[in-house]
Nanobody, 119 residues
Framework: QVQLVESGGGLVQPGGSLRLSCEAS????????MAWYRQAPEKGRELVTS???????NYADSVKGRFTISRDNAKNTVYLQMNSLKPEDTAVYYC?????????????WGQGTQVTVSS
């Protein structure tokens, strides 16, 4: 059974920092591309950042220079360090694990963790 369990969300003031974690089980973590998505109220889910199994990151323009994704394959965990948070970063953040097998995209999702940036 595949499980992705996020943690680390919460309420933070503008300019503050949070670190999200996502621990995976039931998958061969090291061969998956890991990503963080977010969904704000009344908006679609958007890709925030991803990191390949080789450790190469990509970021949405809106978070470049503020957010950092990293992974620890020994702990089956991906992290999202969020600095200089803005009210527009408020959303539910979802962890995603993806691999392509025989041309089929396999996606796994966590349950989400709420991040609220407000004074």
């Amino acid at each position: 059974q595949v499980q992705l369990v996020e943690s680390g969300g919460g309420l933070v003031q503008p300019g503050g920092s949070l670190r999200l974690s996502c621990e995976a089980s039931g998958i061969l973590f090291s061969i998956h591309t890991m990503a963080w998505y977010r969904q704000a109220p009344e908006k679609g889910r958007e890709l925030v950042t991803s990191i390949t199994y080789g450790g190469s990151p990509n970021y949405a323009d809106s978070v470049k220079g503020r957010f950092t994704i990293s992974r620890d394959n020994a702990k089956n965990t991906v992290y999202l360090q969020m600095n200089s948070l803005k009210p527009e970063d408020t959303a539910v953040y979802y962890c995603n694990a993806r691999r392509v097998q025989l041309g089929i995209v396999l996606d796994y999702w966590g349950q989400g963790t709420q991040v609220t940036v407000s004074s």
